[in-house]
């Protein structure tokens, strides 16, 4: 079992739906999540990150976490046909936000039709 | 503000051969992590190091690895390449022990 699960996708939504990616962990000590967005031929760039049950909202973007479950997600609402990219899930041992070691996913491919 | 700096963008080595990859993190930035990245197996993290030493490690060979410099920039090294080792390799940098990792553009490895 991996120990970050992410579906590979394609997600096919349409502009201005609502877009939710889904990621699960295997290890219960985990204590940070993170999302990051790449794009074809970029490098990773964070879009926001969670360490404590419930959800937290930045703009377009609301991140819930469940640690019962293990299981992280992120939702695009009004999605754009820029926010079409492969997001990753990564998720640390350590809390507070911390990034030392992160355990990222394979990542998911979204892409927003017009 | 400059960014993440990596050199060289691509390269093409043999099997065999061995390969050093140069980071340079944002200025002010004292940790450096690096990252391997390939279609199969996403991102898997090879190491990190802050103010000079390796503070974690991935589970890669010997074959792999890394250092730090006073200025903070890194340099990691693959020896006796093998063709699995074709992969986007990413330098990440932040300014301490915690907080966002801003990521370098990677430099592609190809083994032939």
């Known amino acids: 079992q991996k120990e970050v699960e992410q579906n590979s996708g394609p997600l096919s939504v349409p502009e201005g739906a609502i877009a939710s990616l889904n990621c699960t962990y295997s290890?219960?000590?985990?204590?940070?999540f993170f999302w990051y967005r790449q794009y074809s031929g970029k490098s990773p760039e964070l879009i926001m990150f969670?360490?404590s049950n419930g959800d937290k909202e930045d703009g377009r973007f609301t991140a819930q976490l469940n640690k019962a479950s293990q299981y992280v997600s992120l939702l695009i609402r009004d999605s754009q046909p820029s926010d079409s990219a492969t997001y990753l899930c990564?998720?640390?041992?350590w809390g507070g936000g911390a990034t030392n070691k992160l355990i990222f996913g394979t990542g998911t491919l979204l892409a927003v039709q017009p | 503000k400059a960014g993440v700096t990596q050199t060289p963008r691509y390269l093409i080595k043999t099997r065999g051969q061995q390969v050093t990859l140069s980071c340079s993190p944002i200025?002010?930035?004292?940790?450096v992590s690096w990252y391997q990245q390939t279609p199969g197996q996403g991102l898997q993290f090879l190491f990190e190091?802050?103010?000079?030493?390796?503070?974690n490690k991935g589970n890669f060979p010997g074959r792999f690895s890394g250092r730090q410099f006073s200025n903070s920039r890194s340099e990691m090294n693959v020896s006796t390449l093998e063709l699995g080792d074709s992969a986007l390799y990413l330098c990440?940098?932040?300014?301490?022990?915690?907080?966002?990792?801003?990521f370098g553009e990677g430099s592609r490895l190809t083994v032939l």
């Open positions: 990440a940098s932040r300014r301490g022990e915690t907080g966002e990792l801003f």
């Open positions: 200025s002010g930035h004292r940790s």
């Open positions: 190091y802050f103010s000079e030493t390796q503070r």
């Open positions: 290890d219960r000590g985990s204590q940070s």
């Open positions: 969670i360490y």
């Open positions: 990564a998720v640390n041992l």
